[in-house]
């Protein structure tokens, strides 16, 4: 089977001091470090994920400190599949913002060839004493996520390294399966276009037909 690379960049964002970088670190260096240090500009960390045939280049983004502007330039969002919307579980305001960060999303990403845009929401710091708010806001979340458009929610932790690893191959997992999808699915098409041509008789076209959509539903 041919060995197949993919690229993904994968955008961080949330109110300052979420745990944006931190999650980022523990995810891609294994570390986390307890004094606050905001990030300045704009950067990026790479993780090279070797699964099955495939090699996966992770590229996540880190908004770095524009965040106390509010919302990010199209520059940053350009070409990204996927993103995480991080808030603090010990401070509801960062709640809040959540709605505000995946609506600037929405309005200005343009996923490359009509793909699919996957957001997952990280509830982080989850080590810590959730704010009153937020433990009535937990009762109704997997609503308000697909309300937003989420496709999952995870409580994360970037100190206890709880649920990054999850976090991240459950975007992965939504980014990676649809290109699969796709494939397969213009595969499958290609393949019953050719054998409907090559057939002679309605009857064994209809045969053919109907082989190949059990094949379909099986994959
Ligand atoms: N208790 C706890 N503190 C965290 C966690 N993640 C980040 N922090 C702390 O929260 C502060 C802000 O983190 P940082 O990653 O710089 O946030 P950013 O502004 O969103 O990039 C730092 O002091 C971190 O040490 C976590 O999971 N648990
Ligand atoms: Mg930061």
């Not at 305001?93 to 999303?105: G, I, M, N, P």
């Not at 309300?147 to 206890?160: D, H, W």
Request: proline share 1%; glycine share 6%; aromatic share 8%.
């Amino acid at each position: 089977m041919q060995q197949m690379e993919h690229r993904y960049k994968v955008l961080v964002i949330g109110d300052l001091g979420v745990g944006k970088t931190s999650i980022i670190k523990r995810y891609v260096h294994q570390n986390f470090s307890a004094n606050y240090r905001a990030t300045i500009g704009v950067d990026f960390a790479l993780k090279v994920l070797n699964l099955d045939q495939d090699t996966i280049r992770l590229q996540l983004w880190d908004i770095a400190g524009q965040e106390r502007f509010g919302n990010m330039t199209r520059v940053y969002y350009r070409d990204a599949l996927g993103a995480f919307v991080v808030f603090d579980v010990t401070r509801s305001c960062t709640f809040e913002a959540v709605r505000k960060w995946k609506e600037d999303l929405d309005e200005k990403v343009r996923v490359p060839g009509g793909k699919r845009f996957t957001a997952v929401l990280l509830a982080n710091k989850c080590d810590e004493e959730k704010d009153d708010a937020i433990n009535n806001i937990f009762s109704s979340m997997e609503q308000f996520c697909s309300e937003l458009g989420f496709i999952s929610c995870f409580e994360t932790s970037a100190k206890e390294n709880i649920n990054i690893d999850e976090a991240v191959n459950c975007l992965r997992r939504g980014r990676h399966d649809a290109h699969r999808d796709e494939g397969t699915r213009m595969l499958m098409l290609m393949l019953m276009m050719l054998l409907l041509m090559m057939t002679p008789s309605a009857t064994s076209r209809a045969r053919y037909a109907e082989s190949i959509i059990t094949k379909d539903q099986v994959i």
